[in-house]
């Protein structure tokens, strides 16, 4: 009987998120493939540092229910089968449930996001995570961060609002007509739930998760942090009821820099569209851009 990922969430990471790989990434940007894959080779038993997507995958991969687990993480990365012994042995080292790995060689590895059911793609490369991000799929383009320890059992997700959990409808007003106009349009439908955007899906089935647990127990927690202030809040709170989706903690910022509030959350990752947002964010949490979709890509 074939194993099935059906009812899990599906986390596919590359190994740059997962891993420190900056060095190593230098040597294949300046030097070439034939340079990288001897140094890996090379230094395949040297045990990698971990990455800013680290915390978050080695947390939801010991996560369970009823001795079942909750999650797969899964290696999506355009390495090779003989460059990813390093990867492999430090995913040993640090005893992440990992068993599965997607190994493309250098091709673009957006066709097996589908073929693994993936819920959440995390990427350092632009490119693959645009192309997951057209074809529907939530992905974010992680940035280095520094790395802390795993405090405790409980992963913490840090959502911007507009254009990651919502569309990008309201955004497109406040960026072409102002402030003004935003607020006055978010007012007028205050009482109609904003579109899906490309996390409402994640974050559905991260609720779906905590409701499976004694509200005591629950090893996720969320926060909304956005630029969003009355009276534009409530169309916010409104969708998220309409949606049947609670977040834990919810911030409504009006502008104010989000770094001290992800800090004091203690987010394992935060998701923006904007990359003024995310420079300073990752400075204090791993942090990760969800771009765009690309305009006739989002069928």
């Known amino acids: 009987m074939s194993y099935s990922m059906e009812n899990k969430l599906v986390i596919g990471i590359s190994s ?30 040297e045990i990698l540092k971990p990455g800013a997507g680290f915390r978050l995958c080695s947390t939801f991969s010991s996560m369970m229910i009823e001795g079942e687990p909750v999650a797969e993480v899964v290696v999506i990365s355009r390495n090779s089968a003989d460059t990813s012994m390093r990867i492999f042995n430090s995913i040993r080292h640090y005893g992440i449930d990992i068993k599965r790995a997607v190994l493309s060689g250098g091709t673009p590895i957006g066709p097996y996001l589908r073929s693994f059911t993936t819920d959440l793609f995390l990427s ?23 790395y802390e320890e795993v405090r405790d059992n409980v992963v913490r997700i840090a959502f911007d609002g507009d254009a990651v959990i919502f569309s990008d409808e309201a955004e497109k007003i406040y960026r072409e007509e102002g402030l003004d106009a935003f607020s006055e349009h978010e007012w007028k439908n205050a009482r109609n739930p904003l579109p899906e955007g490309p ?21 996720i927690r969320t926060a909304l942090v956005t630029a969003r202030c009355a009276p534009a809040h ?62 006739g890509n989002n069928d």
């Open 16 to 45: 740059r998120a997962l891993f420190n790989l900056e060095e190593e990434n230098a040597i294949f940007e300046t030097y070439g493939l034939e340079a990288y894959r001897k140094y890996q080779k090379e230094h395949e038993n």
């Open 124 to 146: 350092a490369n632009a490119e693959d995570v645009q192309d997951a991000v057209n074809a529907g799929f939530a992905a974010g383009l992680i940035f280095p961060s520094g």
């Open 199 to 219: 996390f409402a899906p994640f974050l559905k089935m991260i609720s779906t998760i905590q409701n499976k647990y004694s509200p005591e127990l629950v090893p």
């Open 234 to 295: 409530e169309r916010v709170i409104r969708t998220l009821d309409a949606w049947d989706v609670r977040v834990d903690e919810a911030f409504f910022l009006g502008g104010l820099d989000k770094t001290s509030v992800l800090e004091a959350f203690g987010a394992d990752i935060f998701f923006d569209d904007q990359k003024q947002h995310i420079e300073p964010a990752c400075q204090v949490v791993p942090s990760a851009q969800v771009p765009y979709i690309t305009e």
